[in-house]
């Protein structure tokens, strides 16, 4: 008896965690970093594709196209995003890019987490 009852509090457990949006974070569309190819025909029909790695960083190289705004900088430059179209969000590895896009989210964009910069090649 005990084990069928802690098993029905764990399903309703992860239940509720879902239902509230403590799951898996959400990349705007669905869960986790979006398909490159998806990406891809996102800006090439007008998506403004973000880059919120640091200053250095973009120096280094950065994705064609892309406008740089540095995570630790977004909630005061958010006016800057246009909000007419969605938005492509990448970083270096994928981290600062899933934080920017709920960000983003939170704020009533259109947020799509691509995650690292080399997934844009895949």
Known sequence: MFQARET???LLAGALSLA???GTPSSGAGSGPMAPAEAHALVASGATLLDVRTP???AGGHIAGAVLVPVGELDARLSEIPRDHPVVVYCASGVRSASATRTLLAAGFDAHDLGGMSRWDQ
């Open 8 to 10: 029905l509090a764990l």
């Open 20 to 22: 509230v949006g403590c």
């Open 56 to 58: 250095g960083e973009w």
